[in-house]
């Protein structure tokens, strides 16, 4: 007998004793004090012996005597915290057999479900189910620790394909809702067996802007029909495709997810092409096609794609060496190293300039040097056995001003194959110095690359060390300036005129840093160092705050001044957890028919509830947290949910606590989902006063949705004036 269990994991978060009426935080007989907190549930499914099981079940009919059986039991439990459990409901379990073609089988069918009492499925009383070790004053009548169910497949007198799904649908568990769980029994006739060759498709070596091709096979030897459920292309860095005979074209960013249907009958091929498109570099390139089918005897398979991973390779530093802004009469210099990367030696006949190269470029071997000390030729080459590397320096001196200087690196290797490494440079007014910045990140820190991007609030040291003067002269002025997002007002510390100065982004969007220098003789850099950053949040939920005060004529100052006034108007973000309506006492202030999830003691995250404690308790990361509180100012406020419960609507809303005598303020909001750089809501509220709360939206992630909360206008706002702030504890 084959068994298959299903744990209906109610995580509720109460106390030992609760009511099935919110709010009344007693039950009839239970000890006192045992009072309501919240509740949440987690399905699981596991066979009676506690391993975890598959919710799809396939079944082989081919061996299987006409009228022999198989049963699968399922066992369903709470297995909830007793110090927080809430009893489980089982409303409805529903069996429902399909043929081949997907339609109902109403007659002759083959597969039956018999619950508590030997009854059908359907029929079936089901009992209570609580949590073993819950307090005996509290269980409910009846209830009990677990329950089970019997599916049984009989085979008929012929073997047919026949599909049944178990769909069990209970109460009290607020991730599935009213969703039934389902569980898929699958009967197949015969097994089938994926064999492909060959085992790994290896290109051998292929050259520098060339391509190479390879037949691959996949057969089912087996007896059942073998469905192809995926093929997928992981290739970090290898330009290749798999192209099936008659069907799709595989790509690492265009996988097969099975639709249309691609299968195999017994004994049958399936034909296919492995191609690598041409390669910029002869370097080492690997990859992994992953074909997914119903052969249960295989599940994935892996077959390794490679190129040039055997014989003599050798890659680059860089496919480029970039010198930017070079003053006329002065130097620059740069390194550049060649890898060995094959299994065999790589010996290199030559390292210089091609001919056409702007004047001015210079390679100086280094450490690529043969043993006479000199660059390489075909007479006497340098030898890089396998992971060896040579290092070299590139010199640029231009000698006109504006001239874009371009040329190449050609290192010949192994049997006339060569390596290029690009150059590029322009000649600038000699007098002028160079100005030239660094990034660093003070959370982690490391440099912060071009190209690379940090989250708001990230503290950045910019650094002017390495701008430059001509000769004789030194750098001795800077200026920062920086292009930041609207509404953002962000500042350099200690001031713009530092040499090194920090910055802290608090908004997300696109910031773009200029630094411009003057050297001792007052002369400025030719033209500024520029560097642009993205700011992008890794929360999958992240909302943010800011308000423009028109009276406030310095949004960038904080704290009192000596008269005791505050240096801005407090605006506060509120983001509040669907539960919070259904929280006691909660009123209806803004008169839209349903409770206000404001201030909602344990469900309502803002300044006084920074932390709260959502859906699972031992994951943090459910869990809502303010980052910034600004009570004197413009803002941000960021509030975030790393990573949040599918599916539920979290309400987000403003607040003006306090005008601070500066009068009427103006909202902005963002809403940013799935780490995206453009914000999903972007929404300037009206106007507000003080005690005036902005019901701005209601979002949701997976699926990621915005909608208006309820009772908004025409433009999707909804504010109430005079709304009294009273923070609570979350007890």
């Not at 099981?53 to 297995?79: C, H, K, Y």
């Not at 902005?668 to 701005?696: E, F, I």
Request: charged residues 20%; negative net charge.
């Amino acid at each position: 007998m084959n068994a298959i269990s299903s744990c209906l994991v109610a995580v509720a978060f109460a106390s030992a004793c609760t009511t099935e009426e919110p709010g009344t935080g007693s039950v009839a007989g239970c000890p006192s004090g045992k009072t309501r907190i919240e509740t949440a549930a987690k399905l699981e499914v596991r066979d009676p012996a506690g391993a975890a099981a598959s919710a799809s079940v396939v079944i082989d009919g081919a061996p299987m005597a006409t009228g022999s059986v198989r049963e699968f039991v399922l066992v369903l439990s709470n297995t909830a915290p007793p110090i927080s459990a809430r009893p489980l409901t089982v409303k409805s379990v529903a069996l429902v057999e399909t043929d081949a073609d997907g339609k109902v089988v109403s007659t002759g069918p083959q597969f039956t479900c018999k619950g508590p009492g030997g009854k059908p499925c359907a029929e079936a009383t089901w009992p209570v189910l609580v949590p073993a070790g819950l307090d005996a004053a509290c269980k409910p009548k009846d209830s009990v620790a677990s329950t089970a169910l019997t599916v049984t497949y009989t085979r008929g007198t012929a073997a047919t394909p026949r599909k049944a799904r178990l769909d069990v649908t209970v109460e009290g568990d607020p991730l599935w809702k009213d969703a039934p769980r389902t569980l898929e029994f699958k009967v197949q006739i015969g097994s089938p067996k994926l064999v492909c060759v060959p085992a790994s498709v290896d290109f051998g070596k292929v050259a520098k802007n060339q391509g190479a091709e390879a037949p691959f096979k996949c057969t089912n030897a087996g007896t059942g029909q073998l469905v192809f459920d995926s093929l997928e292309i992981v290739a970090p860095s290898m330009p290749v495709e798999v192209q099936v005979a008659g069907g799709p074209t595989v790509t690492p960013t265009k996988p097969f997810a099975g639709t249309p249907k691609l299968a195999l009958a017994a004994n049958e091929t399936l034909e296919m092409t492995v191609r690598l498109l041409p390669i910029a570099e002869q370097e080492k390139l690997v990859a992994t096609l992953r074909i997914t089918t119903n052969d249960a005897g295989i599940g994935t398979l892996q077959v390794p794609l490679k190129a040039n991973a055997t014989g003599p390779c050798l890659k680059a530093s860089a496919l480029s060496v970039e010198f930017g802004a070079v003053p006329v009469g002065s130097q620059a210099k740069l390194q550049a190293s060649l890898e060995s990367c094959g299994t065999e030696d790589v010996a290199l006949t030559g390292l210089g300039l091609e001919p056409g190269s702007t004047a001015g470029f210079q390679v100086e071997p280094f450490g690529c040097v043969t043993d006479g000390g000199a660059a390489p030729t075909v007479q006497k080459p340098l030898v890089l056995p396998p992971t060896a590397k040579c290092t070299f320096y590139v010199t640029f001196s231009p000698s006109q001003v504006g001239t874009k200087a371009t040329g190449k690196i050609v290192v010949p290797w192994n049997a006339g194959v060569t390596t290029d490494i690009a150059l590029s440079g322009e000649g600038v007014q000699a007098a002028c110095p160079v100005a030239c910045l660094t990034l660093k990140n003070d959370a982690n820190g490391q440099k912060v690359l071009a190209g690379k991007d940090v989250v708001p609030q990230t503290p950045l040291t910019l650094d002017a060390a390495c701008s430059s003067a001509p000769q004789g002269h030194v750098i001795d002025t800077w200026k920062w300036s920086v292009a930041q997002p609207q509404g953002s007002f962000s500042t350099f510390a200690p001031s713009a005129q530092a040499k090194v100065v920090k910055f802290q982004p608090n908004i997300s969007g696109k910031y773009t840093f200029s630094l411009d220098v003057t050297d001792d003789s007052k002369v400025s850099a030719c033209k500024p160092a520029v560097f642009e950053l993205n700011v992008i949040a890794d929360d999958l939920i992240h909302v943010e705050l800011t308000w423009d005060t028109p009276t406030d004529p310095n949004k960038t100052d904080t704290g009192k001044d000596k008269t005791g006034a505050w240096a801005g108007s407090d605006v506060d973000l509120h983001l509040a957890h669907p539960n919070a309506i259904k929280a006691a006492g909660q009123p209806d202030f803004d008169k839209n028919g349903e409770p206000d999830p404001w201030f909602a003691p344990c469900d309502d995250a803002y300044w006084f509830n920074k932390l709260p404690k959502w859906g699972d308790l031992s994951d943090p990361e459910d869990d809502p947290r303010l980052d910034l509180d600004d009570y004197d100012g413009w803002g941000p406020e960021n509030l975030n949910i790393k990573a949040p419960e599918p599916g539920l609507a979290y309400f987000v809303g403003v607040y003006y606590a306090s005008d601070n005598q500066y009068g009427l303020s103006t909202p902005r909001v963002r809403v940013y989902l799935d780490h995206k750089s453009v914000a999903d809501l972007d929404k300037t509220g009206p106007a507000m006063k003080t005690g005036d709360l902005w019901c701005v939206a209601r979002i949701s992630w997976n699926p990621n949705k915005i909608t208006p909360c309820k009772g908004a206008d025409a433009k999707g706002n909804l504010v109430t004036p005079a709304y009294p702030q009273v923070p609570k504890l979350c007890k």
